[in-house]
């Protein structure tokens, strides 16, 4: 299983940014998904996360700003960032529990599995 993150990029504080996380390989289900930010000279930190039912938890810092979202069909989550500040400079990890076969959904064995990360950066 692999975790390909893309839509990084730089953009102006108050513009917006849409990452999108798209898995691919021997995939049953992807349980709960999130997003993780790393900044230079920080610890990595959970930004969003979503679970396989759709509830969503934030970052006290992006809340009202990101919105964490997923297709199940296409294995693919996404972070919608609004009203980006420079403080939101960071590489993004996209992150997930995934079942590998139905096999492992009825063994409830999940893997959890990380994204390459893709940069973004805010200028002021």
């Known amino acids: 299983v692999q975790l390909q993150a893309s839509g990084g990029g730089l953009v102006q504080a108050g513009g917006s940014l849409r990452l999108s996380c798209a898995a691919s390989g021997y995939i049953f289900s992807i349980n709960a998904s999130a997003w993780y930010r790393q900044a230079p000279g920080k610890q990595r930190e959970l930004v969003a996360a979503?679970?396989?039912?759709?509830?969503?938890n934030y970052a006290a810092s992006v809340k009202g700003r990101f919105t964490i979202s997923r297709d199940n069909a296409k294995h693919t989550v996404y972070l919608q960032m609004n009203s980006l500040k420079p403080e939101d400079t960071a590489v993004y990890y996209c992150?997930?529990?995934?079942?590998?076969?139905?096999?492992?959904?009825?063994?409830?064995?999940?893997?959890?599995?990380w994204g390459q990360g893709t940069q973004v950066t805010v200028s002021s």
């Open positions: 979503v679970t396989s039912s759709g509830s969503t």
């Open positions: 992150n997930a529990d995934i079942y590998g076969s139905l096999r492992d959904y009825v063994r409830k064995l999940l893997r959890n599995y």
